[in-house]
């Protein structure tokens, strides 16, 4: 590895912190999710999250008026079997998505790796199936987002069972770069679940004035953005690549108008969400586009360094999702068009958040996904463009 490299990089020991706080959280996570439901079987039985959420932010919040309880535990217990079956299975697929994503593990055994994730796809589907059959059987639910969260948890939910599908499509095609970059987007979906209740457990003190439906909505315009950039950032950083003094560079004015279209996305949407504020609390509107901006300048962090290191392939890479960042908040501009005239301009607003961000920043993630990938030669550690995965081979 080179010098300008290493600078490029965030140190190893960050990159796995990274990784081991998200599978501490997921494995925490699971047993709270799997227990979620027994309440409607067994009368005494344990409700962790809801006793932690209590613990934290006191019972009125938790289970007050403007909680999920307040208006979905009628729903939830004319469909036990429904959301037991997606609570529990999709808290045991979240544990074997953490041994999945475990280098060491995939590196000892590859049979181990091919069996534990088709048990892994199979509780997914039936996962992510029975919250469709959910959603259907349930309907929105009444309160200022239902429509919004409906629309979301739909979306969510097929991109969840898209992006699984992608990834089993390109290993059985032998492509394991494409394979683990679908991989961590959808796992980047199943985190969306421990990470809302991570938001509205843990930003609550900071919004005293949301109630925990405001911090759902909240916290889904937020993933709405960090999941797929997540993922993408967690595509680039799994890539090793090349210092190559030789490529050409893109030149200094294209970032000037990747610039100006950040500036002007940004601006609009400003100026469209400033007219929701006087129904929907500013929390909701402002911290998910804080994050686009967050986003967007992690690309354009991306760059920099891509440019330090000489690296042209790498810096073609973060261009495009720098493109797809600075994009995304025209995407909630274009979806707000049409979710205002269904729902009103506040609540469409809401939808809008919760969908718009993620169009252009998948697209911008299966570009890059599509540059980097191919059927791999398993005798052959490189790639077509000489990518080679940091964790080893799946
Ligand atoms: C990633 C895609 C996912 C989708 C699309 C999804 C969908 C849903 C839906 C539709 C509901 C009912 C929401 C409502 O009240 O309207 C729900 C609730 C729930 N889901 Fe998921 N889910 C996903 C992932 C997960 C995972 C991976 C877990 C467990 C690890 C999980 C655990 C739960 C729990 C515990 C509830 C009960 C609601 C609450 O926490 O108060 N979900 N989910």
């Known amino acids: ?38 309440f409607a079987f067994v009368a005494d039985a344990p409700q ?31 469909n036990t079997w429904v959301l037991l079956l997606h609570t529990v299975l999709g808290g045991l697929a979240l544990i074997l998505a953490v041994h999945q994503l475990s280098a ?7 049979v181990e790796h091919r069996w534990v994730g088709r048990i892994y796809v199979g509780l997914m589907t039936i996962s992510m199936g029975a919250a ?59 985190m969306t679940a421990p990470l809302l209740r991570a938001v509205w457990i843990l930003l609550a003190p900071l919004f005293p004035h949301h109630s925990l439906l405001d911090n759902v909505d909240m916290g889904s315009s937020m993933l709405g953005v960090l999941a797929p950039g997540g993922a993408a950032i967690a595509v680039q950083l799994s890539l090793r690549s090349r210092h190559d003094d030789a490529a050409v560079r893109a030149a200094a004015s294209t970032y000037v108008w990747l610039l100006a279209v950040a500036a002007g996305s940004v601006g609009l949407l400003a100026l469209r969400v400033d007219q ?84 252009p920043i998948a697209v911008s993630f299966t570009l890059v996904v599509a540059r980097i990938g191919a059927p791999l030669n398993f005798t052959s550690p490189a790639g077509p463009l000489g990518h080679t995965m940091r964790s080893g081979r799946a």
């Open 48 to 78: 962790w999250q809801q006793a932690i959420t209590a613990a934290i932010n006191g019972a009125e919040y938790t289970s007050g008026a403007g909680s999920i309880s307040s208006i979905r535990r009628v729903d939830y217990l004319d």
């Open 104 to 110: 060491r593990r995939r590196r000892r055994s590859l």
């Open 132 to 190: 469709l059959v959910f959603l259907v059987r349930g309907g929105t639910a009444d309160y200022l987002g239902g429509n919004a969260m409906y629309l979301q948890l739909w979306s969510l939910d097929l991109s969840t069972l898209a992006s699984g599908f992608i990834a089993i499509w390109a290993i059985r095609r032998r492509d394991v770069i494409t394979h683990q970059a679908w991989m961590y987007l959808n796992f980047a979906f199943m």
């Open 276 to 359: 929701a504020s006087a129904v929907v609390p500013a929390g909701v509107l402002w911290i998910p586009l804080g994050c686009s901006v967050a986003y967007t300048a992690s690309c354009l962090c991306g760059v920099r360094g891509a440019r330090r290191a000489r690296d042209a392939a790498l810096e073609l890479r973060w261009r495009w999702l720098a493109w797809g960042a600075a994009i995304a908040p025209l995407g909630v501009v274009m979806v707000h068009l049409a979710s205002a005239i269904l729902w009103g301009y506040p609540v469409g607003m809401i939808a809008a958040l919760m969908v718009g961000f993620s169009g």
């Open 1 to 38: 590895m080179t010098p300008s490299m290493t600078r490029r990089l965030p140190a190893p020991s960050v990159r796995r912190a990274g990784r081991i706080v998200l599978m501490v959280i997921a494995v925490l996570y699971a047993p709270l999710a799997m227990s979620y439901m027994w």
